[in-house]
């Protein structure tokens, strides 16, 4: 059974960082893009940022560009989201996802996506 795993949410400082990863288990085919989206209580969901399968191409939502960096490691098809001066406002639950054509993630159509994770909850205190 194909399943999207993530780990590395919980409660940091504004200001601080954290690190998320994404590990795809049972995948028996490759060139699918991942990444991650987050839901709070504002936002359904927000787009966070997505790589490609090779890794060159990478994408950001707006209000987390600059802050957080998303890369690749294609050995154990696990991905990390390093994120920097976390906000009160970043709160949320992660989800990792995967699909194909990550540069239209951001639209937030569902037709990019075949897979989703459980989610991770990310707390950030003022």
């Known amino acids: 059974q194909v399943q999207l795993l993530e780990s590395g949410g919980g409660l940091v400082q504004a200001g601080g960082s954290l690190r998320l990863s994404c590990t795809a288990s049972?995948?028996?085919?490759?060139?699918?893009?991942m990444g991650w989206f987050r839901r709070s209580e504002e936002k359904e969901r927000e787009f966070v940022a997505a790589i490609s399968w090779s890794g060159q191409q990478t994408n950001y939502g707006d209000s987390v560009r600059g802050r957080f960096t998303i890369s690749r490691e294609k050995t154990n098809d696990t991905i990390y989201l390093q994120m920097n001066s976390l906000k009160p406002e970043d709160t949320a639950v992660y989800l990792c996802?995967?699909?194909?054509?990550?540069?239209?993630?951001?639209?937030?159509?569902?037709?990019?996506?075949?897979?989703w994770g459980q989610g991770t909850l990310v707390t950030v205190s003022s």
């Open positions: 996802a995967s699909g194909h054509t990550p540069e239209l993630w951001q639209t937030l159509r569902d037709r990019y996506l075949d897979l």
């Open positions: 049972g995948r028996t085919r490759s060139g699918y893009a």
